[in-house]
């Protein structure tokens, strides 16, 4: 699969549309950057909702510093990004859905990550245009979504995403799942107004009402 450009994307004008976060969405990204920074000779302590905050030298009882927490991000998506478990169901679910909303992955993700996040699509089956985007997402939905009269849904796990979406684009539905476990009890949520989800055995059917 190839990433491709906002203006390039292939909407179809009449159609329903599904805007998908990935990480923690549709892959598994803690547990694998998790198993990326062991090799390192950090360990992950999840006790906030946090990616850097999580981080410890062993022994220690401070978190590592943002630079260093930073390094091993961008690193990770040079040598460790094709090393994530998909979310179970999400592929199949997204495969069902596609046969009636087209289907668009929005990403946030390092510009260095355009090779290792396609590859890691691809191999799991989620061959969807994707767009490798930084920031609040809300500006780039609305503008995804002025182009179908059909109804629109977005799924993330982060809800300033959401939130932006909902101000930017208040006629998409949006949907949010955290599929780390682990993860679950810090994550701010706001269920009244995203539908929240544990997994795609609930997500998938909820987006086949929203997009009907």
Do not use: C
Not at 112 to 121: K, N
Not at 168 to 173: C, L
């Amino acid at each position: 699969m190839q990433p491709v450009a906002l203006e390039d994307l292939d909407i179809r004008p009449t159609a329903p549309l599904l805007i998908v976060d990935v990480d923690e969405v549709l892959a598994h990204f803690m547990a694998g950057f998790e198993r990326y920074v062991g090799r390192h000779g950090y360990e992950m302590r999840i006790d906030r909702f946090a990616l850097f905050q999580n981080l410890y030298r062993p022994g220690e009882a401070e978190h590592i510093d943002f630079e260093t927490g930073k390094t091993l991000f961008d690193d990770f998506f040079f040598h460790g990004a094709d090393d994530l478990d998909p979310v179970e169901g999400a592929a199949e679910a997204l495969a069902t859905l596609s046969q009636q909303a087209g289907v668009v992955i929005l990403t946030n993700a390092p510009a260095h990550a355009l090779e290792s996040r396609t590859g890691w699509l691809s191999k799991h089956g989620f061959d969807y245009p994707m767009i490798l985007h930084s920031g609040l997402k809300g500006p780039t939905i609305a503008g995804m979504a002025a182009r179908t009269s059909g109804p629109a849904a977005f799924i993330d796990d982060l809800l300033p995403n959401l939130d932006s979406s909902a101000q930017s684009a208040p006629a998409v539905a949006t949907f949010q799942i955290i599929a780390d476990q682990r993860l679950r009890p810090y994550a701010p949520t706001i269920p009244d107004k995203h539908d929240l989800h544990e997994d795609w055995a609930t997500l998938g059917p909820a987006l086949a009402a929203a997009i009907s």
